[in-house]
């Protein structure tokens, strides 16, 4: 089937949009056009958008959708629910929160298997080497399989608190990224310094301390910069690809940008909750806003703003990471608290809306920041990321002028919570096209529509 978009804009330079058609043939953008020249072809079928402006489908880097193993928290059919209403094509998994975590070819296979069939959009697997699989003494060749097998990225932590996935000290990261840069694969890191936390956690333990503000102070400004530090090392010794996720401090944004100016091919990403919060709210707000790492200063906020409006930052993910709710968030002890919240519904519209809007973003920087470069990290950029011809026709339908407010209640991941509560937003998703098929549409009278799970595909790293 040959499917023609009409009666649409799409962004061009800076704010700019510029009425087009989109021409659809086989699941991918056949041609894009100057609105108002075609003809149509035998058996084409036409879509008239209304005047509404298109966006490249969303891929969201980072996302935590713990299937197989932890599916209390979510799992892929929730999650790429969550991800089509927000209008999310294709979201990147980690390999840490499932069990077995991926760190082999069995794991990446049993990954699969329990995915496949719930996926309502196309998905990125992150591959790991842990201190737990970094300790076989077959450990390259099986990074060398899940390489092969096509995962996107390599994802390690400086500071883990799952025993299932421990943390590297500074050596085995050098070893790690030795071996990924041999086998042409980006390493994403965890970026907190172990002994920097560990201290600081001990002393607050000792004082009997239990706050949002005692959880801060464990876990600064300081351990972030320092670990960022030890990955410019790493990074400068062994030439290797490294993408710093989740980044929450200015100072360290200030180390990185240093670091590439001197020619080292590394990056990084942060998320709406550091873009929006600050050490302020998590007193205010409590566990519903618990991260690690955490929200830091009003400063920071600006700075990573600002960083990702010039491009010393590549992207915004979301780091969806949803604890059972209430009974995870309210343990009773900061300390126990579930670390983590959900996110991938909100991403496009929270960027649109705080980025755009307000001046922040162009438009243009925001499909960047969204689409493109993520794609880039992943090696799918001739598959993903942008609206042009051979790219997999994926993308969002945008309404602009939509005024809303955000209510957990009305989201769609397994466990609805969300620190955004109550936030009013302009500009919402009306509907999100997969491969040229509609995954997700809100009704003129805000009914909505899903397609079958099992539409999502798995996009391998550098696979046409």
């Known amino acids: 089937m040959r499917t023609r978009f009409i009666n649409l804009r799409i962004p061009a330079d800076g704010n700019r949009t510029q009425p087009a058609e989109l021409v659809v043939e086989d699941g991918r953008f056949e041609e894009i056009l100057p609105a108002g020249g075609a003809t149509a072809a035998g058996g084409e079928h036409w879509v008239d958008l209304e005047g509404a402006l298109v966006l490249p489908g969303v891929i969201d880097a980072h996302v935590h959708f713990d299937d197989p193993g ?36 069995a794991a990446l296979t049993s990954k699969l298997r329990a995915v496949r069939p719930k996926a309502l959009v196309d998905y990125v697997l992150w591959g790991g080497v842990s201190a737990n699989s970094i300790a076989a003494p077959d450990w390259r060749e099986s990074l060398a399989n899940l390489v092969d097998a096509g995962v996107g990225a390599i994802k390690v932590y400086l500071l883990s608190g799952m025993e299932s996935f421990r943390d590297l000290d500074a050596g085995a990261l050098r070893e790690v990224l030795g071996h990924a840069h041999r086998l042409g694969v980006p390493v994403g890191v965890h970026a907190e310094d172990r002994a920097v936390v560990d201290e600081l956690t001990a002393r607050a333990h000792l004082h009997g301390e239990d706050s949002p503000a005692a959880y801060a102070a464990s876990r600064p400004a300081a351990a972030e910069s320092a670990a960022v530090a030890t990955c410019i090392d790493a990074c400068r010794a062994t030439g290797a690809r490294l993408h710093v996720v989740h980044l929450g401090t200015g100072e360290a944004l200030d180390l990185l940008s240093a670091a590439r100016l001197e020619g080292l091919p590394i990056s990084a990403e942060t998320c709406p909750h550091f873009l929006e919060f600050t050490d302020e709210d998590f007193d205010r707000l409590g566990s519903v806003l618990k991260t690690a790492p955490v929200v830091k200063t009003r400063a920071d906020r600006e700075r990573l703003w600002q960083g990702l409006a010039g491009g010393e930052l590549s992207f915004v993910a979301s780091d969806h990471a949803a604890g059972v709710w209430p009974d995870e968030k309210e343990t009773g002890s900061i300390w126990s608290d579930y670390g983590g919240v959900p996110g991938v519904e909100l991403l496009l519209p929270y960027l649109f809306d705080r980025g755009v809007r307000s001046g922040r973003l162009s438009l243009q920087r925001l499909t960047e920041v969204t689409a493109a470069e993520p794609a880039r990290l992943f090696g799918i950029e001739h598959r993903k990321g942008g609206l042009r011809p051979g790219c997999d026709a994926d993308f969002v339908v945008f309404d602009e002028r939509a005024r809303w407010t955000v209510r957990a209640s009305g989201l769609h991941n397994l466990n609805r919570y969300t620190p955004l509560e109550g936030l009013e937003l302009t500009g919402r998703v009306r509907a999100t096209y997969l491969r040229g098929r509609p995954v997700f549409e809100r009704l003129p009278d805000d009914d909505e529509r899903f397609a079958e799970a099992g539409l999502g595909r798995w996009v391998r790293r550098g696979v046409a």
């Open 70 to 105: 932890y599916t209390h928290r979510e799992d892929f059919a929730t999650g790429t629910r969550a991800a089509a209403a927000g209008g999310v094509t294709c979201v990147a998994d980690m390999p840490c929160t499932s069990q077995p975590p991926v760190t082999s070819i």
